[in-house]
Every structure is written in C-alpha cells, then in structure tokens.
Nanobody, 124 residues
Framework: QVQLVESGGGLVQAGGSLRLSCAASGRTFGSYAVGWFRQAPGKEREFVATVTWTGGSRYYADSVKGRFTISRDYAKNTVNLQMNSLKPEDTAVYYC?????????????????WGQGAQVTVSS
C-alpha cells in the first residue's frame, strides 16, 4: 500500500516558478513509477510528467517540455515537479500517482495510487 501527499501548490504570477512535492509512505515506493497529472476546471485530467522507478527515464507532455522537471529522491521517498515559466494555462489541480508497471507510464489507468491533489493557480 502506498499513500501519496502533494504539497507546494499556490498562487503565482505568469513567468514565475513553483515546486510541487509528492511525499510517499510505504517501503516499496522506490519500486514504483511516479507521474504527475493535472485537471483544470471543466477539462479532463491530462498527463504532465513521469519518471520510471529507476529514475533513469523521464517523459513530459509537449505543453510543459522545457519548463517542468520531474525528479525523485529515494532517500526521502519524494518526487518533485519543478515548474518554471508558468503560464495561466498551467492553472489546475495537480495530482501525483504511483504505478507498479515498468516503462514510461503516460496514461492515468496505469497508476494504482493517487494523491489528493494540490491547487496551482497562475495569474496573468
């Protein structure tokens, strides 16, 4: 069983930065791929970024590539999402998720555990 808690959301002006953290409980978190998804009001949940359980591969949605960076700290059982050059269209609730499947996981149904979400609001 893995429990995930996101933190670090908030309000920022366009062009600013935020860092989201996903803290996990459970000794086996290091063997899970971790992804970030987001959902804006009135829109479907969309994939943002993912990192494999080894940390060796990272993959990003085209909309955030070059601006967001996903990283994981095995010692602290956390996965971070550094978000730079934020845009108003990045406004959403951001969720982290953990999945036991191998490979690069970009689809929500591939993940077994989800956090409660963190609000990110980017003002213009």
């Amino acid at each position: 069983q893995v429990q995930l808690v996101e933190s670090g959301g908030g309000l920022v002006q366009a062009g600013g930065s935020l860092r989201l953290s996903c803290a996990a409980s459970g000794r086996t978190f290091g063997s899970y791929a971790v992804g970030w998804f987001r959902q804006a009001p009135g829109k479907e949940r969309e994939f943002v970024a993912t990192v494999t359980w080894t940390g060796g591969s990272r993959y990003y949605a085209d909309s955030v590539k070059g601006r967001f960076t996903i990283s994981r700290d095995y010692a602290k059982n956390t996965v971070n999402l550094q978000m730079n050059s934020l845009k108003p269209e990045d406004t959403a609730v951001y969720y982290c998720a953990a999945g036991r499947l191998g490979g690069v996981l970009t689809i929500g149904t591939m993940y077994q555990y989800w956090g409660q979400g963190a609000q990110v609001t980017v003002s213009s």
